[in-house]
Nanobody
Framework: QVQLVESGGGSVQAGGSLRLDCAASGYAVSTYGMGWFRQPPGEDREYVAT????????EYVASVKGRFTITRDNVQNLLYLQMNSLKPEDTAMYYCAAKRGDVYSTSPLSFTYWGQGTRVAVSS
C-alpha cells in the first residue's frame, strides 16, 4: 500500500510557474507507476501526465505538452510536476496517483492510490 501527500499548489497569474510535489510512503514505492490528474471545477477528473516506474517513460495530455514536466525521485520517493506558462484553463484540483507496476493506461480508473489533492488557481 502507498500513501500520497501533495503540496505546492497555489494562486498564480497566467504565464507563471508552479511546482507540485507528491511525497509517497510505503513499501517498494519505486515499483509503482505514477501520475498527475486534475479536476477543474464542475468537471470530471482528467489525466495530466504519467511516468514509468524507472522514470524513463513519460506521457502528457496534449494540452500541457511542452509546458509541464513530470519527474520522480525513487531514492526520496517523490513525484514532481513542474508547470510553466500556466493558463487560466489549468485551474483545477491536482491529484497525485499511483498503481502497482508500470503505466499502460491513462484512465484514472487504472490507478489505485490517490492523494488528497492540491489546488491550483491561474488568473488572467
Amino acid at each position: 500500500q502507498v500513501q500520497l501527500v501533495e503540496s505546492g499548489g497555489g494562486s498564480v497569474q497566467a504565464g507563471g510557474s508552479l511546482r507540485l510535489d507528491c511525497a509517497a510512503s510505503g513499501y517498494a514505492v519505486s515499483t509503482y507507476g505514477m501520475g498527475w490528474f486534475r479536476q477543474p471545477p464542475g468537471e470530471d477528473r482528467e489525466y495530466v501526465a504519467t511516468i514509468s516506474t524507472d522514470g524513463r517513460i513519460t506521457e502528457y495530455v496534449a494540452s500541457v505538452k511542452g509546458r509541464f514536466t513530470i519527474t520522480r525521485d525513487n531514492v526520496q520517493n517523490l513525484l514532481y510536476l513542474q508547470m510553466n506558462s500556466l493558463k487560466p484553463e489549468d485551474t483545477a484540483m491536482y491529484y497525485c496517483a499511483a498503481k502497482r507496476g508500470d503505466v499502460y493506461s491513462t484512465s484514472p480508473l487504472s490507478f489505485t492510490y490517490w492523494g488528497q489533492g492540491t489546488r491550483v488557481a491561474v488568473s488572467s
